[in-house]
């Protein structure tokens, strides 16, 4: 699910559209908000694409079984895989089952290059022949299969997430995430999930949106007098110097210390260095941490910052 930061991120990139041409508030907003609520659907493609490796696996046995010559193990197919209960317990699950029918752009048994190449480099690893000859297996040895199968094969593949990215541009930055949501629900089923099991949520609480929206307004709103700030506070730095991504993160950082009160300086701090490490150059993270360390001893000293006794992330 979405946490603080991923949100956070969210509104940096909002922003980085905005100061590079995109400068109509209202659509940056808009866009921000429905890029969130996309995340959603990736996690559910990729879901369906980790089904439609079954799919494969069956179309498998049954081009054996239709052999005029078949082979031994042709005749008689080993099905643990396809029988997988992961698989069945996706299968029936109420809102996978709404997004195939209500999602018709991406199918992946047209497009079935990449569940196919997905169960074929699968099958041939040792952990899979050894699933395959077990004379026993459980639940965890199901779920260690379709773990591996996901961790290996799909959410590294680079030619899955080109595809995706061509179906929706904004998916390609989202994958980490909608990857982790994958993985984190294959781990989260037991012997006992079914039907009525549900996946896991986009937002833990729909109020973070009401967050991000207003972090972006804020950030935008209140512009001249952070840039001032950072002016201020970057003495030795000639703001033109201050790359534009790092010029957003502190942006960010200073609205948040002067118009988020529920918010504890340390978390801002901690955070958009966090965000600094992904998104900006290596340096950039001791910069960023300089200039809010010392903005927010400025702000405090000249008692701009006022913060609640009780902060929230």
């Not at 490796?53 to 008689?76: D, H, Y």
């Amino acid at each position: 699910m979405l946490g603080r930061r991923q949100l956070r991120s969210k509104a940096m990139q909002a922003l980085y559209a905005y100061y590079r041409g995109n400068d109509d508030k209202s659509a940056v907003e808009i866009n921000m908000m429905r890029g969130i609520r996309e995340i959603e659907n990736l996690y559910l493609v990729l879901l369906e694409l980790t089904l439609a490796v079954k799919t494969q696996a069956e179309n498998k046995i049954e081009i054996g079984l239709n052999k005029n010559f078949p082979t031994p193990e042709e005749s008689n197919p080993n099905r643990r895989f396809v029988n997988n209960p992961i698989f069945n317990i996706l299968e029936v699950n109420p809102q996978l089952k709404e997004f195939r029918e209500t999602h018709k752009e991406i199918n992946w048994d047209i497009e079935d290059v990449y569940p196919k190449r997905a169960f074929k480099e699968l099958s041939e690893t040792k952990e899979y022949k050894e699933y395959m000859s077990a004379s026993h297996v459980d639940f965890k040895d199901h779920s260690k299969i379709l773990i591996l199968l996901y961790d290996r094969f799909i959410a590294p593949n680079e030619e899955i997430t080109s595809f995706l990215e061509d179906k929706n541009i904004n998916w390609a930055d989202d994958m980490h995430i909608a990857n982790t949501m994958v993985i984190n629900t294959l781990k989260s089923f037991t012997p006992y999930s079914n039907e009525e099991t549900k996946l896991l949520k986009l937002l833990l609480d729909e109020s973070h949106l009401d967050f991000t929206r207003e972090l972006l307004r804020q950030t935008i709103r209140y512009e001249d007098s952070l840039t001032k700030i950072i002016d201020e506070t970057a003495s030795n730095w000639e703001l033109e110097r201050i790359a534009l991504i790092d010029k957003i993160i502190l942006q960010m950082a200073l609205a948040e210390f002067l118009h988020f009160p529920s918010i504890p300086t340390k978390v801002t701090i901690n955070e958009y260095v966090e965000i600094a490490k992904s998104y900006s150059t290596p340096n950039s993270q001791v910069f960023i941490n300089g200039i809010l360390d010392k903005a927010l001893k400025d702000l405090t000293e000249s008692g701009e910052i006022r913060k609640s006794a009780r902060g929230l992330m």
